[in-house]
């Protein structure tokens, strides 16, 4: 059965940090990504991380501020969010897919998903 768990969401004041892991079981994941859902919005991309951990994707509004990494020995992806803002707020949802080119950036490239964890940003 597999799996994605995340954690490491909660209430952070603007300007804060946040890391977010999502811990994978059931079987080994190439591609790992990050997405959000706003209230009242689409979900939308964050980020996401090849199998090595050496290619990586960021949508435009988080580049310089969050990091994506994996550890692989946990089966385990993290997104540290640093110089976090008010716009940050949403659920966080991790994603995986097994077989898969390169490191997609769209929501539907990913067949498995977690339940998400959510992020708020006070000002």
């Known amino acids: 059965q597999v799996t994605l768990v995340e954690s490491g969401g909660g209430l952070v004041q603007a300007g804060g940090s946040l890391r977010l892991s999502c811990a994978a079981s059931?079987?080994?994941?190439?591609?790992m990504g990050w997405f959000r859902q706003a209230p009242g919005k689409e979900r939308e991309f964050v980020a996401a991380?090849?199998?090595?951990?050496?290619?990586?994707h960021y949508a435009d509004f988080v580049k310089g501020r969050f990091t994506i990494s994996r550890d692989n020995a946990k089966n385990t992806m993290y997104l540290q969010m640093n110089s976090l803002n008010t716009e940050d707020t949403a659920v966080y949802y991790c994603?995986?897919?097994?077989?898969?080119?390169?490191?997609?950036?769209?929501?539907?490239?990913?067949?498995?998903w977690g339940q998400g964890t959510q992020v708020t940003v006070s000002s």
């Open positions: 994603a995986a897919e097994t077989s898969v080119v390169g490191v997609p950036v769209r929501s539907a490239a990913f067949g498995s």
């Open positions: 059931g079987r080994t994941f190439s591609a």
């Open positions: 991380v090849s199998w090595s951990g050496r290619i990586t």
